[in-house]
Each structure stands twice: as structure tokens, then as C-alpha cells.
């Protein structure tokens, strides 16, 4: 597939992207710099998205009732939304601590997948059970950190996040110069 940018005439406004990618830049730096004020931020935001989407949905719902066939549902979801949005700028932790949490249980039962299959190498007096054995010892350990402390789970999130949103940021401005070079070529 052809990533190239195809314009046909010299890009007006070939400057954008370059503000954009500014922008991205510091949003990532400002994540990456307090990651754990961040995830809640961004959390909050994700709620507060949600709760106007929801309270939109809710009076489009209500103004169309007579349209909408089984609008009950509609009603019964926009108000979830409402609730979700709601919840989310009320307690943004909340949203981390059932993130953890399904990790967490999702790391613990692969640890005891891996536990019994060491435990099966073993019986056949298979050498690397000894590996399997400390794989799996050590993905209990995490599951387990992470269950303790769910905020490294956060931090992880929100590193992750502000690096992609430096990514973002340099991929922009080097698509402003590409463009400011096609808007300078006669």
C-alpha cells in the first residue's frame, strides 16, 4: 500500500499538521512527565466524552420516541452511557481498578496453565519444567504486584499513551515538511 501523500496542486494551509504535531508532542511530554495524574485525567476525559455523548443520545432519544421502534432499549443504553460517563469523572480510579483486575485474573489463570503444564513436564522427566516452573512463578508474581499496587498498571497505560502521542507528534511535523517542500516546488 502507498503511504505517499498524493496532491495534486501545492497544499494550502501545509502548515497544519505542524501545529498538530506540536500539540501531540506536549500532550505526550505532559503525560510521560506525571503519568500517574495523567491516566486519571485522561480517564476523566474518556468520561466526560462519554456522559455528553450519552446525554445527547438521550434527548435524541426521547425527542424520536414515537420513531424509534423499541426505544426503551435506546433509553435503557443512553442512560448506561450516562451513568458509565458519570462514574468515570466522579471516580476515574474505578475504571484502573476493573482493568487490574480482569488482568490480574487473567494473568493468574495463564500462571496456573503454565504451573500445570511444568507440573506435566516433570512427570515426564523433561528438563525445562524447571523453566516453565519459573515462568509461570514469575507471571503469578505479577499478576499479583499488580493486583497490590493497581497504579503501575496505570503508569504503564499512560507511558505507553504519551509515547504514542510523540510518535504522533514527530510523524506531523515531518509531514509538514514533506508538504511545505511539494508547496515550494514550481
Not at 14 to 20: D, E, K
Not at 119 to 141: C, I, N, P, V
Not at 168 to 186: A, S
Request: hydrophobic share 55%; aromatic share 14%; proline share 3%.
Amino acid at each position: 500500500m502507498n503511504q505517499e501523500v498524493s496532491i495534486t496542486r501545492k497544499p494550502q494551509y501545509w502548515w497544519m499538521p505542524a501545529l498538530f504535531g506540536v500539540v501531540f508532542i506536549l500532550i505526550g511530554y505532559w503525560i510521560l512527565r506525571s503519568p500517574e495524574e495523567s491516566f486519571e485525567k485522561i480517564t476523566k476525559y474518556i468520561g466526560v466524552i462519554i456522559l455528553i455523548s450519552g446525554a445527547i443520545q438521550l434527548i435524541f432519544t426521547i425527542k424520536n420516541r414515537r420513531d424509534i421502534p423499541g426505544w426503551g432499549f435506546q433509553l435503557a443504553g443512553d442512560l448506561f452511557d450516562l451513568a458509565v460517563g458519570a462514574t468515570l469523572v466522579i471516580n476515574p480510579s474505578l475504571l484502573l481498578k476493573l482493568i487490574t483486575l480482569f488482568v490480574g485474573i487473567w494473568l493468574i489463570a495463564n500462571s496456573i496453565s503454565i504451573f500445570m503444564k511444568a507440573a506435566e513436564a516433570r512427570k515426564d522427566q523433561h528438563s525445562y519444567w524447571t523453566w516453565e516452573f519459573a515462568l509461570g512463578l514469575f507471571l503469578m508474581l505479577l499478576a499479583i504486584i499488580f493486583l497490590w499496587h493497581p497504579m503501575l498498571l496505570g503508569i504503564s497505560i499512560a507511558v505507553w499513551t504519551g509515547l504514542a502521542f510523540i510518535i504522533l507528534g514527530i510523524f506531523r511535523i515531518v509531514l509538514t515538511l514533506r508538504l511545505r517542500k511539494l508547496r515550494n516546488q514550481e
